[in-house]
């Protein structure tokens, strides 16, 4: 299969109508059907009420490198859009203004702020790991600004706030910095969703390859009581060995 074409044409102004516009041009029922099964939308499933047009990643991520200049105002009308991948496009948008390294400080908090007043339109894993460690990760890392919103986010009654405080934190991991990792990890140990235990893991897997002893102190401590799934994700890279013996502790329990 032939792979996605980068999009030469790069609108100087561009809007949220267009962009939804060239993005109709790629829809395709028998892909939404296989994205409604892939992201579980049926009634009590994680993205309820979703709608897809199917079209794959890889065609919203190059129309958004395209219109990449988009104003936030304008990616604030795309997050209002009730269709899936619309709204994938405008996360993905903002996660690669905030990629680049001259955005300036305030062009930042203006991504980081858009972010946290709009969850309401972020209702799936994939929406949040879009740009969750580099819209708000990375801004509250460059910033120095104080990290208690992570804490805040970790408490919600909103699943996917409590998801994106423990995956902005990839961005910290990614610095060497994987202190608040843990301190949230500790935080959502007694979440209920799997997709949280999901992410919680991925993110304690991560600060391990930066830190062993540390994950190791972790789970020495939690790995009896945490979730299974959690545990599973977070020694995902160890050896058979190690891993048998964490996974007996649980069973032990």
Aim: aromatic residues 10%; contains cysteine.
């Amino acid at each position: 299969m032939a792979g996605i074409q980068p999009i030469s044409e790069k609108p100087e102004n561009p809007t949220a109508a267009e962009f939804a516009a060239k993005m109709e041009t790629y829809r395709s029922p028998a892909e939404a059907m296989k994205l409604m099964r892939y992201f579980k939308t049926g009634e009590g499933e994680y993205g309820e009420g979703d709608i897809f047009m199917g079209v794959r990643m890889g065609q919203i991520f190059a129309l958004a490198k395209a219109y990449i200049n988009m104003s936030a105002e304008e990616v604030e009308k795309l997050l209002d859009n009730p269709i899936h991948e619309i709204r994938t496009g405008a996360l993905s948008i903002i996660n690669q203004q905030a990629r680049i390294k001259k955005t300036p400080m305030a062009k930042r908090k203006v991504l980081y702020d858009l972010y946290l007043r709009r969850t309401d339109r972020i209702n799936n894993w994939d929406l949040v790991d879009i740009c969750a460690p580099y819209v708000v990760g990375g801004y509250l890392y460059l910033s120095g600004e104080p990290r208690d919103v992570l804490f805040e986010l970790a408490q919600s009654e909103d699943v996917w706030e409590r998801r994106t405080a423990i995956v902005a934190t990839g961005y910290f991991i990614r610095q060497g910095d994987i202190a608040d990792t843990f301190k949230i990890a500790e935080v959502l140990l007694g979440d209920k969703h799997d997709l949280i235990h999901k992410a919680t893991g991925w993110m304690l897997r991560s600060a391990g390859q930066i830190n062993r002893p540390m994950l190791l102190n972790f789970l020495d401590k939690y790995a009896a009581t945490m979730p299974r799934t959690l545990l599973r994700y977070a020694i995902e890279h160890f050896d058979n060995a190690l891993r048998s013996h964490y996974l007996s502790l649980k069973q032990e329990k």
